[in-house]
């Protein structure tokens, strides 16, 4: 039995060290290949968002790959690739997790799971490698602590129906840090991705209030003063937060009745000229370091729970605890019909209702 027991923990170890070892190979391989490429152009990945710029630093000084981005939308990059096919002037892109399955079906976009794959949640991937989300964001509040007008900061969403300041959620027809926002109201009070009308009614009753602000929370309107409570992504909200001249005014936080988490995804360009350097670059993304780099840009990595960060990089970081009560988009479809919805029935239950 014993001799059985060795045998089958020596098999195991064998097929461990095989694995491991051709991990390796195909490391070098990969590396090799793109080293000789030489480049990697990307779109949606600009030096000032989620600390692109470390990535794109390490990657040019650990590999010697020249980088270029064009700044564009999710459905502009998926579009690019679409229109450019052969003639492809970007290897990677950056996009919302709605966009990684319409990049599927489309067919612009080509797998590669890099070697730390199996800490993705499967809820945040594709199974053939095709995307992954790198970053997670996750609805949070951003509170002025010296514009509440003696309310106290919320820290639930049922505290938004009884406080005295003007809440700030942006247009939720454009922009899908908004639509999240709802979607987030949603899943709080009992709704879920088909069923959004417990947001529309909270924040209805907000409006009748004379408390819903249309102002956008973006980093301009909050050093104006503008914004009181605003929802915004948690990486967003922590970037305003550390560029403001007195960040001890302002508190970050998720809010304890519950939030949505989403995050982007990167999307390898089915027609790259430089694809091996593409997938390098994912692999490096997906890497303690790159991580890492993200974190220093106030996004939370995907694999969080698996790093240890360095201190001053987790205090740019919400504590774990507060995403115990966080959902994933559970119905992807179900919510691009209501998103797609979401504009029409906004001016029709909600902004009517302003005074």
Known sequence: MKKLFLASLLGSSIALCSAAMA?????????????AEGAVNSVGMPDDWANWRGTWEDLSKLYGLKHIDTDMSSAQEVAKFAAEKDNASADIGDVGAAFGPIAVKQGVVQPYKPTTWEQVPDWAKDKDGNWALAYTGTIAFIVNKKLL???????????????????????????????????????????????????????????????????????????????????????????????????????????????????????INKYAKHPNAAKLAREYIFSDAGQTN?????????????????????????????????????????????????????????IINMQ
Not at 23 to 29: E, F, G, I, P, Q
Not at 173 to 179: E, G, I, V
Not at 193 to 220: C, H, V, Y
Not at 237 to 254: C, E, F, H, Q, T
């Open 23 to 35: 991990a390796n190979t195909d490391l070098k391989t990969l590396e090799a290949a793109a080293r």
């Open 294 to 350: 993200l974190a220093r840009g106030n996004a939370r990595p995907i694999r969080a729970e698996h790093l240890q960060l360095p201190a001053d990089v987790q205090a740019k970081l919400l504590p774990n605890e507060q995403y115990k009560k966080v959902t994933p988009i559970k119905d992807a479809d179900a919510w691009e019909k209501t998103s797609k919805a979401l504009p029409q029935k906004w001016q029709e239950e909600v």
């Open 149 to 267: 007008h003696g309310s106290e900061a919320p820290t639930r969403w049922a505290d938004l129906k009884s406080g005295k300041y003007k809440v700030s959620i942006g247009d939720v027809s454009t922009a899908a840090q908004a639509a999240n926002g709802v979607l987030a109201a949603a899943l709080a009070n009992g709704g879920d991705e088909k069923n959004i009308q417990p947001a529309l009614l909270m924040f209805a009753e907000i409006a009748k209030q004379g408390r819903l602000s249309l102002a956008n929370p973006t980093i301009a309107t909050m050093e104006k003063g503008e914004i009181e409570v605003g929802v915004v992504w948690d990486f967003n909200g922590l970037s305003y937060r550390a560029k403001m001249a007195n960040p001890d005014d302002y508190i970050v936080l998720i809010p304890s009745d519950g939030s949505v988490i989403s995050g982007y995804t990167t999307i």
